[in-house]
């Protein structure tokens, strides 16, 4: 094992909350609700079993083979060729998801608060600072989310109070106006962020109670979903049907507070709790690929990859779309057409679960037959 | 090591430099308290911004040549253009300084502008991250410019004279987002408040007349269609459930004068129902005044007689609406009381086929009133003799 550290499988739940819920939070009201409208709310839980699911298989895998991380039980269950080819997807895979956040990390700090400030300073600025928390370990990182996860939380929930007196409820009426068909294709677009749950399969080998991985990966799922749950159903409570108009509801829902004339303009708090999310969320995935790319050139130690692949990174990012059409063009297929977070966090840990599971039992009737 | 300290250190001097890539003075910006949209005769979109001016002497505006008041401490200026942001650019040349939108809290829209659609226009300010979506909206009477160009000499800035004007919520207040929400809304109709100047006084200058609320435009598909005058405008604020001050004056049967109720809480529930074809919406209202004057020889104190006022009330409250109802239902065809909305929470399904000629069958909506009215004070006053 390359990773040294350890972490709990506490820290392990709130890394991932982090990874899942940071961006999510801004733009899914405004994604999901083009086909949802007022029943935004419903689809995260119609979403949530592809979060179950994916722990679920991360953690069966991991039982197989508790040492190893994907990248390496990959080879082992199809041999060296067939396992390094799905490493290598899987690794280009997770570069394009990462860059791609990146990007978005920078677009947005750039359109909403800082429009004069070059992107690659952003971007640039936020490897570096990543970079060094990796360059740290599973161990620093972990805990990098168990520190930010109660600001987080709780300047979360000050926000939602405050918007209190501007809501009417009337606007979620009527629920389930088209039946459900709304809310479930509204879903579609939020699995893309529940599949993301499937990136716990590098992170399980190093969990100091790995038996209570299961109980806090489903927990993190279903605290990843209360939480969609309550943005999106403040978000029509506050917006009801110009929730299209914007492109991060949540932020200009907070710029909309106005308590007693001088609690305003609180935009500022969000985007604190945005930052900090995103920043644990870009770690973690950054984790990801450095580990995941050491173990797949059979590497002794992680570390002196971590700049040369944050300088990939930041030129990928910063090339990756041309203008917003582009990359509004390129979230329409992710989330509609080609999911590459659904392949990466469920198609390829099912794949390798069911070959597993058939090699076992090959395995098992050779044995037989030798006796 | 030595050497790595100094690299530490170095790197330290540069985190300190961070934030100063978008910095914006006070002194190299141009706030913007007041916007006012016109169409020039030539079909350009006129934008006429009030600017504060931090100066303190007390300047002149660009057109105010004659204005007397002294305190105002706001600037204006012109910019034309097809579009609004073609107009902002024009208007960009002619200032010294960066625009600031975040105060522009009081945006006036003329009423040619208003009549060609204000649609298009609303999306530069929803897409721009600056203005506020609790920015007032209100249509002038004549020209927007001339109302943002008058010097009050109560407030500082005539934007300030109409953001206090709508939050008195004597009469109507529309935000940006309730514009927006209305213009998206079932029925495709809203209703802002509309200002006028107050008659010039002898012996003031022209500017120092005041601006102030007194009818409200009707909009229909984002185009106004008509107007309403203030006492129709409480009848639909009624309605919206949005009425916050109203002093009612009745004159109950067998009493020899008036007295005047103000109104303490008032609380409005619209119940749809559909009946097959028949569309039936009950309004429910439940009302709490004081009497602050009577002039009959009544004595308020006896049960008898505060029962007979609280029904002349109800009844009087009913008749406004009534006659709200009329013009609303039967002249301007425009539903901006908000059945639409009702029908189509309480029946989803049957709402669909109605949508589509709603024009016409809102005008069919058979209403009955239900109100409660009662009246806790009588205060003492002048007790008849």
Known sequence: MIEKGKISALQMGILMYHAILATGILFIPASVYDAAKQDIWLSPIWASPVGFLCIFIAYKLNKLYPEDTIIQYSQRILGTFLGKTLGLILLLMLVTSLSVMFWQYGEFVVSEFLPHTPKFVIIGMMILLCASAVHGGLEVVGRLAGMVFPIFFLLFLVIIVLLLPDIEIKRMLPIMENGMMPSLKGSLVLYTWFAQFGIVYFFLPFLTNREKAMKFGMLSVLVVMLTLVLTNIVVIWIFGNVTENFNAPFMSASRYISIAEFLSHLESLVMAIWIAGTFIKLCAFYYTVVLGTAEWLNLSDYRPLVLPLGLVIGVFSLKAFLNSSEAAEHFEIVSKGFMDTLVYGLAIPMLLLLAAYIRKLIVRHKGESEK | ?385
């Open chain 2, 1 to 385: 090591m030595k050497r790595s300290i100094a690299i530490c250190f170095i790197c330290m001097a540069i985190m300190l430099l961070t934030g100063c890539w978008d910095r914006r003075e006070t002194n190299d910006l141009a706030i913007i308290t007041g916007v006012a949209l016109d169409k020039t005769e030539e079909g350009l979109i006129e934008l006429t911004v009030e600017i504060h001016s931090p100066g303190g002497s007390g300047n002149r505006s660009e057109m105010g040549g004659d204005s007397g008041g002294g305190k105002n401490k706001t600037i204006l200026q012109t910019g034309k253009g097809v579009s609004l942001a073609d107009a902002m650019e024009d208007l960009d040349e002619k200032l010294s300084r960066q625009m600031l939108w975040s105060h522009a809290e009081a945006i006036v829209i003329s009423k040619a502008f208003a009549e060609t659609g204000i649609r298009d226009e609303l999306d530069f300010f929803v897409r721009h991250p600056e203005p506020r979506l609790r920015s007032y909206i209100f249509i002038s009477d004549g020209k927007a410019k001339e109302i943002i160009a008058l010097r009050p000499s109560l407030e500082r800035s005539s934007s300030e004279v109409l953001i206090k004007l709508a939050e008195s919520e004597v009469l109507m207040k529309v935000t940006l987002f309730d514009l927006m929400e209305m213009l998206k809304g079932e029925s495709g109709t809203s209703v802002l408040p509309m200002v006028a100047k107050s008659p010039r006084e002898q012996g003031k200058a022209v500017l120092e007349t005041v601006s102030y609320i007194n009818r409200s435009a009707v909009l229909k598909q984002g185009k106004m269609i008509g107007s309403i005058n203030d006492q129709l405008t409480r009848g639909v604020l009624w309605f919206r459930n949005e009425i916050k001050e109203s002093i009612v004056t009745v004159k109950p049967e067998e009493a020899d004068g008036y007295i005047s109720m103000d109104i303490l809480k008032g609380r409005t529930v619209l119940i749809p129902e559909m009946d097959g074809h028949r569309l039936k919406m009950t309004v429910k209202i439940e009302m709490i005044d004081d009497v602050i004057q009577n002039q009959t020889d009544w004595n308020l104190k006896e049960l008898e007689k505060l029962q007979m006022l609280e029904a002349a009330l109800a009844q009087k409250i009913e008749q406004r609406l009534t006659d709200t109802l009329e013009i609303v239902q039967k002249e301007l065809k425009a539903d901006i009381v908000g059945f639409a909305d009702e029908f189509r929470r309480k029946y989803p399904e049957k709402w669909k086929k109605e949508k589509a000629d709603w024009e016409e069958r809102f005008a069919t909506v058979e209403v009955t009133f239900d109100i409660e009215a009662e009246v806790l004070r009588t205060g003492r006053g002048s007790a008849p003799q």
